[in-house]
């Protein structure tokens, strides 16, 4: 494929490769984990970051590699989105409800990415996107607080219930495999939790991958990332040639090899076998 062509497909998420978002509530931006997180930038073209605890007087979060898009300033919270410094963004949405719930939404041409963070003990708050950031498909990603059984939970509490209603409501599949670690790791009470949640259109739920990857140094969360094939990828599967060996003619394949085969030379020579 011409360049230009890869070029151009980067402008056109889902349609040509594929789109690839990482999350992490960060416990604070330094940096150091500046540094860490650079050395993922070649691998995500979004990154979405959640407690920055940067405040309106502090200086604006850099990454080596990545271009800051948006960012709400909050000591306490603070949220970020980066991109690769190429891909196409046509529009930008930062909104704080009440409870100091923060959303920042990053639209693309065909799909729009939303960073949530909702504090603990505060509601789980659905908000209408403005029509100049809707797009055929959305993913939600980020640090929700909100506990349901069908993520390992002992029991649904009023922020997981908040949040099945608003998938169901938004058409919306929660990703998520049991198999993969936890998310988060509690200092406090020992064990590990899934708070970071990855939510995407059920149009494209089936083509969504997810991964948890390792831990941050000084901090409780692990970094989450989904990538999401085109559907082209989803379609295409590679032929992969199986063979039967009990059905095989081992005696013809035998005279085939030995009519075929060049004889030994006697004398050494510059070919390559």
Request: hydrophobic letters at 35%; one cysteine or more.
């Amino acid at each position: 494929m011409p360049a230009g062509s890869r070029q151009r497909h980067r402008y056109l998420p889902l349609s040509g490769p594929a789109l690839s978002i990482i999350s992490i509530n960060i416990e604070g931006f330094f940096g150091c984990k500046a540094e860490i997180l650079a050395t993922m930038a070649n691998r995500f073209d979004i990154l979405c970051m959640q407690e920055t605890h940067i405040g309106p007087a502090q200086h604006r979060p850099t990454i080596p590699g990545m271009k800051l898009v948006a960012e709400t300033r909050h000591r306490q919270y603070g949220s970020a989105v980066f991109s690769r410094p190429n891909l196409k963004i046509e529009e930008v949405w930062t909104h704080t409800m009440e409870g100091n719930m923060e959303t920042i939404t990053v639209a693309l041409p065909n799909v729009s990415v939303t960073s949530v963070y909702k504090p603990p003990a505060t509601p789980f708050l659905n908000t209408e996107l403005p029509e100049r950031c809707k797009r055929r498909f959305h993913i939600s990603i980020g640090d929700f607080n909100a506990h349901s059984t069908s993520r390992g939970y002992e029991n649904n509490n009023q922020y997981g219930d908040e949040v099945e209603t608003w998938l169901e409501s938004k058409h919306l599949t929660l990703i998520h495999n049991a198999k993969l670690p936890k998310s988060f790791y509690s200092a406090r009470w020992k064990r590990g939790y899934n708070p970071d949640l990855t939510c995407v259109s059920s149009d494209i739920a089936s083509r969504t991958e997810k991964e948890v990857l390792d831990p941050i140094p000084h901090t409780q969360h692990r970094p989450i990332a989904i990538t999401v094939r085109s559907a082209l990828q989803a379609t295409t599967v590679p032929f992969r040639r199986r063979f039967n060996l009990r059905k095989a003619d081992w005696l013809s394949f035998q005279q085939e090899i030995e009519h075929n085969i060049p004889p030994f030379p006697t004398t050494p020579t510059s070919q390559t076998w």
